[in-house]
């Protein structure tokens, strides 16, 4: 499916059929967030969304939150952080990052976190230890990021910084969403469902004036007084925008959204120039844990050689997986360590076991004495609880010599990779939307999937790190449009 949108003249549509001070498009987090602050900064504000309610991918999502700083979980969990240690390592681990927005974004965290609750996002004050791709029950705080994985771990005190909304298991967001929808009915938000928004209504100077929304009774044209805010999500969903930005991953892996997270707020905004950026960005999964006992193992690739620390966050070694011959990659385990992963849903296959690593080389089609050099390498070190090549925490570091040897195959090609992309709009501090020198377009927001997130690779993703600065930065563009002091 191949979107296009064409900015709408004003002067060429008449009059309008209904008006607002501040237009939201998408009721998913950061379109809520949005009309919240926007009302409460004292603007009328119309929510528009495409579905028969609001929730988005946000209300299928995990529900977990990056936030940090020294919030009251962390403080609970007996964690000491700071605004400036969260901001060390967001720096650190981000390719690019935006100095500004990543500050802002760490010294408002603990408000933030603050601000959530008192929306009712209920927030147990509980951890769960040790890697897991989410907590099973209820548990909040837990590690989602590359915190502990070296240099970051030298450059920062690792702390633990993914708040899971108190859904069980995977459903947090349903939560978090249940409690912000009611919120924004609470405060007498007015929403517009079953109704698209297609084309950005502009003026002779270019400003955004308003949107063309489509019902199935027809167009209407509704004015937007101080500021259209684009939230619609991500481009997951479109195949097109995909297969242009993302070639690789659209052959071979499984996109994760929901059917309106088409893209369509990255048309409108360049309908009317704004900037995109990261377009090629995706934080791509297929985790190897749990267990965690799988850590032990070393990833290699079809040359038999390790390329990632396998203490990384599964969306880094995903993403140094995807850069690998053929996208090609094994997990290599020795018997005293063996163990089926258990995201059944990632489809890693058990490839076969040997007595030794000679066999397994040689099964596996490696070059002659490659992963025996590799394994050599790597057991030298292990015995001393080093890893020289990639620097594993030595919690996961052990000789590989108890035969039989295992391999599973991880490849991209083989594994049930899913994955969501990072690109967007290019926005400012307020989530403004910028064109490409870096200059406003008035009238005009963007927030949440649809904007270019913080980390623009699954190498620097941490599990939280889109509904986090999607309700931050969308808190931000309400109080903005609406013309309030903001945060
Ligand atoms: C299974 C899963 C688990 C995830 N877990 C996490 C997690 O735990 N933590 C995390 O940070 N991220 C997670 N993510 C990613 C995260 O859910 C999304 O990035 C985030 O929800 C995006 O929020 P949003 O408000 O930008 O978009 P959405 O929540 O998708 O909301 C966009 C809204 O816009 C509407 N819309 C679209 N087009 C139009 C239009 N033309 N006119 C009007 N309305 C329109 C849509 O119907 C939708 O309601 C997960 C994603 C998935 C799929």
């Not at 609001?54 to 999502?61: C, D, E």
């Not at 959530?116 to 548990?139: H, M, N, W």
């Not at 039989?404 to 939307?433: N, Q, R």
Request: glycine share 12%; net charge negative; with cysteine.
């Amino acid at each position: 499916m191949s979107l296009k949108s064409e900015a709408v003249k004003q002067s060429g549509i008449g009059r309008w059929d209904r008006s607002a001070d501040v237009v939201v498009v998408g009721q998913g987090i950061a379109g809520a967030c949005a009309a919240l602050e926007a009302r409460r900064g004292g603007a009328e504000v119309l929510i528009i969304e495409r579905a028969s309610g609001g929730g988005g991918a946000s209300a299928i999502s995990a529900g977990v939150f990056y936030l940090g700083g020294g919030t009251d979980v962390q403080k609970a969990c007996g964690y000491e952080d700071s605004a400036d240690n969260m901001a060390r390592f967001l720096m650190a681990n981000t390719e690019h990052p935006n100095d500004e927005l990543v500050r802002l974004f760490c010294n408002h965290s603990v408000e933030h976190f603050h601000w959530l609750e008192s929306q009712g996002v209920p927030f147990e004050r509980s951890g769960y230890p040790g890697k897991v791709f989410f907590p099973p029950g209820t548990e909040c705080l837990y590690s989602t990021g590359n915190e502990k994985v070296w240099p970051y771990r030298e450059i920062a005190e690792p702390v633990p910084r993914g708040h899971k909304a108190a859904g069980a298991g995977e459903t947090g967001g349903a939560v978090a969403m249940h409690a912000l929808l009611a919120k924004c009915a609470e405060e007498g938000i007015p929403a517009l469902y079953d109704s698209r928004v297609t084309a950005l209504v502009v003026n002779e100077a270019g400003h955004v004036t308003g949107v063309r929304v489509r019902q199935t009774t027809g167009d209407l044209h509704i004015e937007a007084r101080r500021g259209v805010i684009l939230a619609t999500g991500g481009l997951n969903m479109n195949e097109a925008m995909a297969r242009e930005h993302i070639a690789l991953l659209s052959d071979t892996s499984i996109p994760i959204g929901i059917p309106y997270n088409d893209g369509i707020g990255i048309v409108l905004g360049q309908s009317v120039g704004a900037a995109v950026a990261a377009m090629d960005g995706v934080m791509a999964t297929a985790p190897i844990y749990p267990p965690e006992q799988l850590i032990k193992g070393i990833i290699v690739n079809r040359n038999g050689e390790r390329f990632v620390a396998e203490d990384a966050y599964h969306g880094r070694t995903a993403q140094f997986t995807m850069e690998q011959p053929g996208q090609t990659a094994y997990l290599i385990v020795d018997a005293e360590i063996f163990a089926y992963p258990e995201m059944t849903t990632a489809r890693h296959a058990l490839i076969d076991g040997w007595e030794t690593v000679q066999e397994m080389e040689k099964a596996l089609g490696m070059p002659t004495g490659a992963l025996q050099k590799t394994m050599a390498a790597y057991n030298r070190d292990a015995a001393a609880g080093e890893d020289n090549q990639f620097h594993k925490q030595g919690d996961w570091i052990k000789p590989l010599d108890v035969g039989p040897y295992a391999a599973f195959d991880i490849s991209f090609t083989k594994s049930a990779y899913v994955y969501m992309t990072l690109g967007g709009l290019e926005t400012g501090i307020h989530g403004e939307a910028l064109d490409a020198a870096g200059r406003p377009i008035q009238g005009l927001y963007v927030v949440g999937a649809c904007a270019a997130h913080i980390p623009r690779s699954g190498k620097s993703y941490a599990s939280g790190l889109s509904l986090a600065p999607g309700s931050f930065f969308g808190r931000r563009a309400g109080r903005h449009a609406s013309g309030a002091v903001s945060l």
